[in-house]
């Protein structure tokens, strides 16, 4: 759709389906009819549905907004989504509808690599582990090599998913760790143009050499039907043996099951994980307390500065929608490479 179909200054109806800091808030209601309901917090569940039918814009995160939903919806023109990932929005059926879709890149890329570059070091020196070690007052003497970790400077890293955050952490690796870098992407990035100071520093290989051939194998790589599933029984078999496997994407690129199997059988060292096919992690899943798999709750841009630049982007992209200009972070279906 054009987003001169927001021409006009009239106040418009705006539906926030998260919580959103004061200050960005107050802007919106300064402009426009605000109705602030999270559908994940059952007390607000009726106020969501409520504002359905009325919504022109919608701003917020976490929840998977559905085709029903959208069905709910008749003069909906534009969703501002406080993410880069856009998996929670079902793309064909905005598009159908003449829905534009805004999201937040850039803001969190440097936080995000920063994330997964913390559980690269977390899974390969065993950190959580051995903090642990200390705090429940099991550290009487020199540890042996039972609780040794494994070296990261110097290592290969294979990056799967070559876009900003692809990008940013390789720049840690290669410069920061002097580690030998491959990537896998759907196509070869300029990288003269996009990352000259990583030039004779990275290089561009097939899935299968990547894997074969990395020390740690890392997944920045956005989800879509190619990707769900890619790492799986086979994929894991192909790594290098004692390799360590991180995820900083999104839980459902990973067959957690075939995971756990690669991790019991030795195949990999350790895994670090951000992400998971189910979020929060059950209480029951293995990965909880496998003695191998370091876990964070999802935080990958979860800092003070982030949460709050992604919260004032997205509330810029809505509020320039609604008035007919075009947003900063207008969704295009292919934002960055794979």
């Known amino acids: 759709m054009s987003v001169s179909a927001f021409a006009s200054p009239q106040r418009r109806r705006v539906l926030v389906f998260r919580e959103l800091p004061a200050q960005q808030l107050a802007l919106l209601q300064a402009q426009h009819e605000v109705t602030v309901a999270n559908p994940r917090v059952p007390a607000q569940q009726a106020a969501f549905e409520a504002a359905l039918p009325l919504a022109e814009g919608m701003i917020g995160s976490s929840v998977p907004i559905t085709e029903a939903m959208l069905d709910q919806a008749p003069h909906l023109k534009v969703i501002s989504s406080i993410s880069v990932g856009v998996d929670n929005y079902p793309l064909a059926a905005l598009r159908s509808r003449g829905i534009t879709l805004c999201h937040t890149p850039g803001v969190l890329t440097e936080t995000t690599a920063d994330t997964v570059f913390a559980l690269i070091m977390a899974s390969s020196r065993r950190l959580v582990e051995l903090a642990l070690h200390v705090r429940e007052g099991h550290w009487q003497r020199n540890i042996d090599e039972s609780l040794f970790g494994r070296d990261v400077h110097g290592k290969t890293l294979g990056i799967l998913g070559f876009g900003r955050i692809g990008q940013a952490l390789a720049r840690r690796a290669a410069l920061g760790f002097n580690m030998p870098v491959l990537y896998h992407a759907r196509r070869e990035v300029d990288v003269a143009q996009q990352a000259p100071e990583l030039l004779g520093r990275v290089q ?49 690129i990973v067959d957690e099951s075939a995971l756990l199997r690669a991790l019991d059988s030795g195949t990999l060292a350790a895994a670090g994980l951000d992400v998971f096919a189910t979020e929060p992690l059950p209480m029951d899943s293995p990965l909880r307390q496998h003695p191998r798999v370091t876990a964070f709750p999802h935080i990958g841009s979860a800092t003070h500065e982030t949460r709050e630049a992604m919260a004032a982007m997205a509330t810029r992209n809505l509020l320039k929608a609604l008035a007919g200009e075009a947003p900063e972070g207008l969704y295009a279906e292919s934002p960055e490479p794979l």
């Open 204 to 252: 561009h290989r097939p899935l299968d050499e990547v894997l074969s051939q990395a020390d740690i194998v890392a997944a920045v790589l956005p989800l879509t039907p190619a990707t769900r599933g890619l790492m799986n029984e086979a994929t894991f078999a192909r790594m290098k043996p004692g390799a360590i496997f991180i995820n900083g994407a999104r839980g459902a």
